[in-house]
């Protein structure tokens, strides 16, 4: 029986069978036995021809948003109780494609918020603490002195703006003030 070649861009288990010795150098997530070269870890694997290396690169799943992790996103609606986030990033790491998160007025801060545009505008990029998910859709707070806007921009020129005090950022460039639940990290988290 002839066993089948693995390509670039095959996905492996550990002990599948990659090649012989004579064709390539095992490389990371590969070892040799008796001349042969096997997959040591589950992965894709990538063969560089010219250098006749072989390597199994472990693929890790995208994130799955679960209560308690931290989420980054973009505002992208602010309603009269909702306020709509594009999700891009949990914990740290890429989603596949972002996903939807709501924030309820109740869950903007601990301090009365009369309606979420007095915390946030479309476009502000947000730190939130996953608090439920339903489906696809997950909801969010930014309860607590690490979550809330951490990157916005003055809705008259654009400009980034700069925190005047704990409630309010001002544009350097025109002047113009506004309100925002801020986060600590305001300015600091890489986007
Ligand atoms: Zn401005």
Redesign the pocket.
């Known amino acids: 029986m002839v066993k089948p070649k693995p390509k670039t861009g095959s996905f492996v288990l550990p002990g599948d069978w990659l090649g012989v010795i004579e064709e390539f150098t095992p490389n990371e997530g590969t070892y040799e036995e008796k001349g042969e070269v096997y997959a040591a870890n589950a992965g894709m694997v990538l063969i560089d021809k010219m250098e006749r290396r072989v390597r199994v690169v472990p693929v890790e799943a995208p994130p799955f948003p679960k209560k308690g992790d931290v989420a980054l996103g973009m505002i992208v609606k602010t309603g009269k109780a909702l306020s709509i986030v594009s999700v891009a990033r949990i914990g740290g790491r890429f989603l596949s494609s972002p996903c939807s998160g709501v924030i309820h007025v109740s869950q903007i801060s601990n301090e009365f918020v009369v309606k979420p545009t007095d915390a946030f505008k479309t476009g502000d990029i947000v730190k939130a603490k996953v608090i439920d998910r339903r489906g696809d859709l997950i909801q969010l707070s930014t309860i607590g002195k690490k979550f809330g806007v951490v990157h916005a921009f003055?809705?008259?020129?654009?400009?980034m703006?700069i925190p005047k005090n704990e409630k309010s950022l001002i544009?350097?460039?025109?002047?113009?003030e506004e309100k925002r639940k801020i986060s600590v990290d305001y300015g600091k988290t890489k986007i």
Do not use: I, Q, W
């Open positions: 003055c809705s008259k020129c654009g400009t703006l544009c350097h460039n025109c002047g113009n």
